[in-house]
């Protein structure tokens, strides 16, 4: 473990610290944490990638799973921890791999104490089989309510920005691909919102075991995406809806594994069946970012 930065010399400092902070929600988590003149300590790859995070003020950590005791001493005195397990899409064994680095995660955190964990999962985690990818997080939530006593864990919907791939297409033909039914309604939430709902429960400290679902301010439909990218492209663009038979070559050409992209397969075919959804669809946690606002800043 390396630590660098203004804050590492402070040490009696009870900061919080990051998982991920060079993906969207953690870089959300992290910049809504220091905006809020909180010590943030953010675990990253290498020291290149924290660079950023060290010019912020931030203290910077170079350390992955795979080093157990490195990630244990990042989290140690911490007063909360934002946990995600970023996938590795091109692992031919994708999901046993997920699993062996969640247990790793979980070691981490068994070794380190007991600081208040905030939790990236996914809408559907409560499903046992069939959701594709959500399998991995599933697990992942498992083995971190055997560890934490303080867990507070976040099952987002459809990320707003999943649509930002396709919007040279869009751009450029008009067209934007779709696994979902254009005329389907669906939650999105943007990344923002879910790194400022982590921000904000690691700031309560949490009690016990919780389980947060999370949307956006309303539920949309992709032929909205493309009627909202029409008026800020100032050209037309149409929802083309691709069919699943496709999804395995279109992730395999994106450079996933066949495993990975089968289970994407998977889990746009539990979408289509309706039976991926909220646990407990009263009690879901609204976001503020619209749809329109999300797309805007991707174009």
């Not at 964990?117 to 697990?139: C, D, H, K």
């Not at 649509?163 to 669906?186: C, H, R, Y």
Request: proline share 5%; net charge neutral.
């Amino acid at each position: 473990m390396k630590p660098t930065g203004s804050l590492a010399q402070k040490g009696g400092d009870r900061m919080f610290v990051v998982v991920g902070a060079t993906g969207h929600t953690g870089s959300a988590v992290a910049e809504t944490l220091l905006s809020r003149g909180q010590p943030v300590r953010v675990v990253v790859r290498s020291a290149e990638k924290g660079a950023v995070w060290k010019s912020r003020g931030a203290e910077v950590v170079v350390a992955t799973y795979q080093d157990v005791t490195a990630v244990a001493k990042a989290f140690e005195g911490a007063r909360g921890i934002y946990l995600l397990v970023p996938p590795n899409y091109q692992a031919s064994a994708w999901l046993d791999e997920q699993r062996r680095t969640m247990d790793l995660a979980a070691e981490a955190l068994a070794a380190s104490g007991q600081p208040h964990v905030v939790f990236l999962s996914s809408v559907g985690a409560q499903i046992a089989e069939g959701t594709g990818p959500i399998r991995a997080v599933r697990y992942g939530e498992q083995r971190l309510t055997a560890v934490a006593n303080r867990l507070t864990i976040l099952r987002p919907c459809f990320f707003m920005e999943n649509w930002a791939p396709g919007l040279g297409l869009a751009k450029e033909q008009g067209v934007l691909p779709t696994f979902i039914e254009p005329s389907a309604t669906i939650p999105m939430i943007s990344t923002k919102d879910i790194g400022r709902i982590a921000a904000e429960q690691l700031l309560a400290s949490g009690a016990g075991q919780r389980v947060l679902e999370l949307a956006g301010p309303e539920d949309y439909r992709p032929d909205q995406v493309t009627a909202i990218l029409s008026e800020l492209l100032g050209r037309t663009v149409t929802a083309r809806h691709e069919p699943l038979s496709q999804v395995v070559p279109t992730y395999t050409s994106f450079g996933f594994s066949n495993e990975a992209a089968r289970l994407f397969e998977e889990m746009y075919a539990s979408f289509a069946r309706g039976t991926v959804g909220y646990e407990k669809p009263n009690e879901v946690v609204r976001g503020t970012v619209t749809l329109r606002e999300a797309l805007r800043a991707m174009v």
